[in-house]
T-cell receptor
């Protein structure tokens, strides 16, 4: 997907366990985003990053943290997974800021919390 | 705040039928508007975009016109194919620099 890879593609985990999802890009884009996709909600922004060690919260950030120690990697961590975090998670990258730039999305990670 | 409203799905059509998927938006300032498509098991792909009023975005036979007066960006295609079956998302991007999505509309095309 245009130089953006998410891992794992699928994961089943137990309630209360920590989980880390990885987004890796080879485009050297500065801007990276994590969304979750749920029926009836579309995509909702969890966290985003404007560069190494520069991250901020989106509209549904509770229960999630992120880290970006390298330009190419953006990690999403669920500190203690809950069933409400069962979802499909998408990472996106953008080469620029401003209204003219769209995003390129990864293929997603399907996470099930049991 | 900024928001996008899409028509509820699923939209079910026969092959070669005309497609319209409605999208309206609320935004401060002058947003750019996008349509993304998601095929089963895949991520979202940019289908088309328009960056200012009266612009028409087009790609793969799909079109959408940025109508500021009606705050709309409806997606149209003159003759759909089975391969167009997917979920379509309308989105806007304004001064916040974040893409804001509608809830998505599933299109099912039957032979």
């Amino acid at each position: 997907d245009a130089g953006i890879t998410q891992s794992p593609r699928h994961k089943v985990t137990e309630t209360g366990t920590p989980v880390t999802l990885r987004c890796h890009q080879t485009e050297n884009h500065r801007y990276m985003y994590w969304y979750r996709q749920d029926p009836g909600h579309g995509l909702r922004l969890i966290h985003y990053s404007y560069g190494v060690k520069d991250t901020d919260k989106g509209e549904v950030s509770d229960g999630y943290s992120v880290s970006r120690s390298k330009t190419e990697d953006f990690l999403l961590t669920l500190e203690s997974a809950t069933s409400s975090q069962t979802s499909v998670y998408f990472c996106a990258i953008s080469e620029g800021q401003g209204a003219n730039y769209g995003y390129t999305f990864g293929s997603g990670t399907r996470l099930t919390v049991v | 705040g900024d928001s996008v409203t899409q028509m509820e799905g699923p939209v079910t059509l026969s092959e070669e039928a005309f497609l319209t998927i409605n999208c309206t938006y609320t935004a401060t300032g002058y947003p750019s508007l996008f349509w993304y498509v998601q095929y089963p098991g895949e991520g979202l792909q940019l289908l088309l975009k328009a960056t200012k009023a009266d612009d028409k975005g087009s790609n793969k036979g799909f079109e959408a016109t940025y109508r500021k007066e009606t705050t709309s960006f409806h997606l149209e295609k003159g003759s759909v194919q089975v391969s167009d079956s997917a979920v379509y998302f309308c989105a806007l991007k304004s001064n916040t620099d974040k893409l804001i999505f509608g809830t998505g509309t599933r299109l099912q095309v039957f032979p």
